[in-house]
């Protein structure tokens, strides 16, 4: 298909009439914008001028802390996996648990690579 060639005047005046419609859409824009600027400001926070405290650090039990490793370890591991051997490591996490789904998730990873 051959590409039609527009003559210059033509081009002129279509980048004319974007303009224009920009322009429009400018005006048009300009009272929401004072407006908006208008706006009284919101309210300072009580005590905002002053530093505040950071927040306290949430303490995680030990045990919490151990089953977000084991977790982190296992989707490491499925990240590495092909669809089927991740639905192996999820059949035996289900049934075994997650140490033995995390043992051969790392068997296969070893495997595949």
Known sequence: ??????????????????LTSIGGALERLEPLLERVASAPAPAARAGA???EAPAKK???SASR???L???GQYIGYMR??????KAQVQS??????????IALGK???????
């Open 1 to 18: 298909m051959p590409i039609q060639r527009r003559s210059v005047g033509r081009e002129i005046r279509d980048i004319r009439h974007a």
């Open 49 to 51: 001028t002053r530093r």
């Open 58 to 60: 949430m303490k995680m």
């Open 65 to 67: 802390l151990a089953a």
């Open 69 to 71: 490793k084991l977790h």
């Open 80 to 85: 590495n996996l092909k669809p089927r051997q």
């Open 92 to 101: 035996v996490r289900a049934s075994k648990g997650v140490e033995a789904a």
């Open 107 to 113: 068997k296969l990873s070893r495997a595949a690579a």
